[in-house]
Nanobody, 124 residues
Framework: QVQLVESGGGLVQTGGSLRLSCAAS????????MAWFRQAPGKEREFVAG????????YYADSVKGRFTISRDNAKNTMYLQINSLKPEDTAVYYC?????????????????WGQGTQVTVSS
């Protein structure tokens, strides 16, 4: 079993920055891939960014390229999401997800492990 715990969310003004963290514990896999998804009120959960744990290859949704940066610290089993130039439309609950497979794609169904989410609210 893999446990994921997100932190770092909060209330920020438009143009501000946040750094989200996702700490993984329990059984971990060398071929893990991890990702960030987000879900705004009344909308489906959507892919934001992902990373292949071994290679460090990163993947981004077009809507966040240039503003979001995903990274990981292997020694700490922690994934990060640096969010810059925040916009009101970035307001959502941000979820960390993990899979024991190599990068499987960008849909929620391909990630069996999920954190509880952290709220990001951007005020205009």
């Amino acid at each position: 079993q893999v446990q994921l715990v997100e932190s770092g969310g909060g209330l920020v003004q438009t143009g501000g920055s946040l750094r989200l963290s996702c700490a993984a514990s329990g059984r971990t896999f060398s071929s893990d891939a991890m990702a960030w998804f987000r879900q705004a009120p009344g909308k489906e959960r959507e892919f934001v960014a992902g990373i292949a744990w071994n290679s460090g290859t990163t993947y981004y949704a077009d809507s966040v390229k240039g503003r979001f940066t995903i990274s990981r610290d292997n020694a700490k089993n922690t994934m990060y999401l640096q969010i810059n130039s925040l916009k009101p439309e970035d307001t959502a609950v941000y979820y960390c997800a993990a899979t024991p497979r190599p990068w499987p794609g960008r849909t929620t169904a391909q990630f069996p492990y999920w954190g509880q989410g952290t709220q990001v609210t951007v005020s205009s």
